[in-house]
């Protein structure tokens, strides 16, 4: 599932993608699950991912119009982040407990 909604957030933007995965994913999440604020959390934070990397990257288009750079030069200095965000996102994705505040 984190895999598609990377691919979904590289390509489509947060709230057309919500709309459209976020009743297949409910009823996905219910079959095996999972809590439907988790799964909520999850996909938020893969679509913000989406966003920040290439091909599309909709975010690092706005910030090279704002910041007037190339896009690769804007794409390196986000790599970081991005990294730090898949950490997040692993363990979000794979310690529930800590996401959700439970015990």
Do not use: K
């Not at 691919?7 to 009823?27: H, K, Q, T, Y």
């Not at 997040?88 to 994705?93: D, M």
């Amino acid at each position: 599932m984190n895999v598609l909604l990377l691919i979904v957030g590289c390509v489509m933007d947060m709230v057309s993608a919500i709309v459209i995965l976020a009743p297949l994913l409910v009823s996905l999440g219910r079959v095996y699950g999972i809590d439907p604020v988790h799964l909520g959390i999850i996909m938020i934070i893969n679509l913000e991912i989406g966003l920040l990397t290439p091909p599309l990257g909709i975010n690092l288009i706005v910030a090279m119009s704002a910041f007037r750079e190339n896009f690769s030069s804007i794409a390196r200095g986000v790599l970081p982040f991005v990294g730090l965000m898949l950490v997040g996102l692993l363990i979000v994705s794979f310690v529930p407990a800590l996401s959700l505040g439970l015990q």
